[in-house]
């Protein structure tokens, strides 16, 4: 795959030509495009490159916490919750524009217990995803 994928730079890089690349695949999308172009219907929901994307829908972190001792009248960062604590777990979408993401973390660590921790990028598939939710209302 890897190779087929290079290939297909090189097509585009040597002979200065545009290919085009119908997948869904997000990971082979990212690796090769410079502009995309999303469709829903026949229609053009976008066109452009990533960082237009991210522009356009949000360049953010899915932070997920795992805390024992919550409390949310400590919490200074509650207006980021993406879903409600339950059972312990606190997710919180953090615009990566507004904040930064270290200082929430030392935030979380210092005042809770927290036993465990994930973050997540939000890679194409979800950028996607959420040109979808916007073109539906």
Same mark, same amino acid.
């Given at each position: 795959?890897?190779?087929?994928?290079?290939?297909?730079?090189?097509?585009?890089?040597?002979?200065?030509?545009? %290919? @085009?690349?119908?997948?869904?695949?997000?990971?082979?999308?990212?690796?090769?495009?410079?502009?995309?172009? %999303?469709?829903?219907?026949?229609?053009?929901? @976008?066109?452009?490159?990533?960082r237009?994307?991210?522009?356009?829908?949000?360049?953010?972190?899915?932070?997920?916490?795992?805390?024992?001792?919550?409390?949310?009248?400590?919490?200074?960062?509650?207006?980021y919750?993406n879903? #409600?604590? !339950?059972?312990?777990?606190? #997710? +919180?979408?953090?615009?990566?524009?507004?904040?930064?993401? !270290?200082?929430?973390?030392?935030?979380? @660590?210092?005042?809770?217990? %927290?036993?465990?921790?994930?973050?997540?990028?939000?890679?194409? #598939?979800? +950028?996607?995803?959420? +040109?979808?939710? #916007?073109?539906?209302?």
């Open positions: 795959k890897d190779n087929y994928l290079n290939c297909i730079k090189e097509i585009n890089s040597n002979l200065n030509t545009t %290919v @085009f690349l119908t997948s869904h695949d997000m990971d082979d999308i990212e690796k090769i495009c410079s502009r995309i172009i %999303v469709l829903n219907k026949g229609k053009i929901l @976008f066109d452009g490159n990533i237009d994307i991210k522009d356009k829908v949000g360049d953010y972190h899915i932070l997920k916490l795992y805390i024992d001792d919550y409390d949310i009248q400590k919490d200074i960062y509650k207006i919750h879903k #409600e604590v !339950a059972g312990g777990t606190l #997710e +919180l979408k953090i615009d990566k524009n507004e904040v930064n993401i !270290a200082d929430i973390v030392k935030f979380y @660590f210092s005042t809770y217990t %927290v036993k465990d921790i994930s973050i997540q990028n939000n890679g194409l #598939e979800q +950028l996607i995803k959420e +040109l979808y939710g #916007e073109s539906h209302g």
